[in-house]
């Protein structure tokens, strides 16, 4: 499954869900509510782990940050793991890590074959919706 926008692209390859952001994305409160209600639409309300692409942002404000690390901005996701490719990207991740705490575990990775490795421990069996109803998986 896969899904376009023109904030991020989004797809879930064996149970993992990808999200790739734009090139050049800057994420204000209002970016990040968007990116967050498109994830949840396109999963369905599936709880599962995400990788996170982040070499298209070029900047995060407080606020977007706050939220994506809240319990709001989580919500549907198990873990996360944030492939850093560059010194910036790396430098906005631990940046991310350090000042907003999350509910979930969040990890930084520069190789996507060692984030999928670490998030198969939280893929669940039956992965089920907010509502306690079993996804059907494609």
Not at 58 to 86: C, F, H, Q, W
Request: aromatic fraction near 6%; charge should be positive; glycine fraction near 4%.
């Amino acid at each position: 499954m896969e899904h376009d926008t023109p904030l991020v692209h989004l797809r879930i390859k064996d149970n993992i869900l990808i999200a790739s952001y734009r090139k050049n994305l800057i994420i204000d409160l209002d970016v990040a509510h968007k990116i967050v209600l498109q994830r949840q639409s396109f999963t369905r309300g599936q709880k599962m782990p995400a990788i996170i692409l982040s070499q298209g942002v070029t900047s995060m404000d407080k606020p977007a940050r706050e939220y994506l690390a809240s319990e709001e901005g989580t919500k549907g996701l198990s873990a996360t793991a944030i492939i850093v490719n560059s010194p910036f990207s790396r430098s906005l991740g631990n940046f991310f890590l350090m000042v907003n705490k999350t509910s979930i575990p969040v990890k930084l990775f520069s190789k996507i074959s060692h984030a999928q490795k670490w998030l198969q421990q939280f893929i669940t069996r039956n992965q089920s919706n907010d509502h306690g109803q079993t996804i059907k998986r494609d």
